[in-house]
């Protein structure tokens, strides 16, 4: 009867074992083999090979560990990352900003706890904060994305046009008109030469105009609802003023994102909104293919040049992180598998990721990315200069701290207020007094004040 006993109890014993290796699912021992997956896109031209040496390397030290990539496209991405959240099943890793409707899902993974000492210390200041909502930490930025306005050297400076002062210390809403007018002209070709373009299909334009009146956002920081007073008419009546004066096309409406960076190309506009750091390698290309015949076209000097402020305001940079997000799914894999996700998160946000930034003419977020690619910059001097001094005006993203359910209001409140309204305002079916009233009732009627 001892015999059968004690081996009942080893029998016991061996199932308690394998019951509690399988409790932390199928990664929970740190040499078990794992499968971590990788959504990301062609964050600049050479970036599947930039990713397939840095998970070379990560597999040196885990061999254990496969990370498996997918190279979404930007048009689709999105949508196909929707679907896979909304059924509970993501990938581990993401590449994008970090969003409260993911927080509000449950399966943003936190990523406190793995964050050593030695990571917190290598980030600069103000760029980890970039990846966190309220305070805690759901993502790693890979780079600073800043929007801009970006100008023509050669036709910014026949129009006696300062624009390294501009790039230095900014300029007013009536200084930019004023430089307007003098770039608003008809050519001898008989086109027309306008002072700005921008596209009539995105939000970009008056998120950055408003930003430059004193709004962070349409809500700030506390949840306070911001496009219902005069700031906002003001912003509304500056755009309009722009087509009126034929500094920008009075056919806005119906200009597409492509249609927008093709003037710049052709000449038949000073300046092109938004414009982003990398505009300055893609037209250094863009002149290489030129010289070399691929391209018909006149080569650019492109300027990166700050938004323009409302006189009594001041100068606000929007800015924000764009990185990987990290991600549970409803079958819990574990939490040895969570820490390969951290690893491999990590190892694609390092010292040498730091390429991507470089790439694209972005600040950098990490000093050792800093300290690796000195000396090595891709932008022309004057413009990353430029980029710097706007970083110091940064306007931190709004949606970083607020609440999940504010943070969804205020997308619901761009996507169905926001968004047709500007797009009659640039089509000339509403006023500014119109479109305000409307933004402060719709307001009044999602936000409650």
């Not at 109890?9 to 699912?25: Q, R």
């Not at 607020?402 to 009659?424: G, T």
């Amino acid at each position: 009867m001892k015999k059968k006993g004690l081996v009942l109890a080893m029998v016991l014993m061996m199932v308690w074992i394998t019951a509690c290796g399988n409790s932390g699912g199928a990664a929970s021992d740190p040499n078990a083999d794992d499968t971590v997956t990788v959504w990301t896109y062609p964050v600049h031209g050479t970036y599947e090979d930039e990713l397939k040496e840095l998970i070379a390397d990560f597999n040196k030290e885990h061999p254990n560990i496969t990370v498996k990539t997918e190279m979404l496209s930007w048009a689709e991405g999105p949508k196909k990352f929707d679907v896979a959240l909304n059924a509970g099943n993501p990938p581990d890793l993401y590449f994008h900003s970090v969003d409260g409707t993911y927080v509000n899902t449950g399966l943003a993974l936190e990523l406190d706890s793995y964050l050593t000492p030695e990571i917190k210390d290598d980030y600069l200041p103000g760029t980890l904060e970039l990846g966190q909502i309220q305070g805690k930490q759901y993502g790693l930025p890979l780079y600073q994305f800043q929007w801009a306005w970006g100008g023509n050297k050669r036709i910014l400076e026949e129009a006696g046009i300062d624009w390294k002062s501009i790039q230095q210390n900014g300029w007013t809403w009536s200084e930019f008109n004023e430089a307007a007018s003098k770039l608003t002209k008809t050519l001898d070709s008989g086109a027309k030469q306008y002072a700005l373009v921008t596209d009539g299909t995105s939000l970009d334009f008056i998120e950055m105009l408003s930003r430059n009146n004193g709004m962070i956002d349409v809500l700030d920081q506390e949840g306070a609802f911001q496009w219902n007073d005069g700031r906002i008419l003001d912003t509304l009546s500056f755009i309009k003023n722009l087509m009126d004066q034929g500094y920008m096309p009075k056919e806005t409406a119906a200009i597409a994102p492509a249609k927008r960076t093709d003037m710049f190309y052709a000449g038949e506009t000073a300046m092109i909104s938004k414009a982003i750091p990398y505009y300055d390698v893609m037209i250094q290309n863009r002149n290489k293919d030129i010289d070399d015949g691929k391209v018909q076209g006149e080569k650019i000097d492109f300027v990166l040049l700050p938004v323009p402020h409302n006189d009594n305001q001041q100068a606000a940079t929007t800015m924000g992180g764009e990185g990987y997000v990290a991600f549970k799914q409803k079958k819990d894999k574990g939490e040895q598998h969570d820490k390969n996700t951290f690893l491999v998160m990590e190892a694609l946000s390092g010292a040498k990721a730091g390429n991507s930034a470089n790439e694209l003419a972005l600040p950098f977020v990490r000093q050792s990315q800093v300290d690796l690619f000195a000396g090595k910059e891709l932008g022309k001097p004057d413009n990353l200069e430029a980029a710097q001094v706007m970083a110091e005006n940064i306007a931190m993203p709004v949606v970083l701290e607020l609440d999940i359910d504010k943070a969804s209001q205020q997308k619901q409140f761009k996507e169905q207020v926001v968004k047709p309204n500007i797009q009659a305002l640039f089509s000339g079916e509403k006023t500014p007094e119109q479109i305000a009233e409307d933004f402060k009732s719709k307001g009044q009627q999602m936000f409650g004040q």
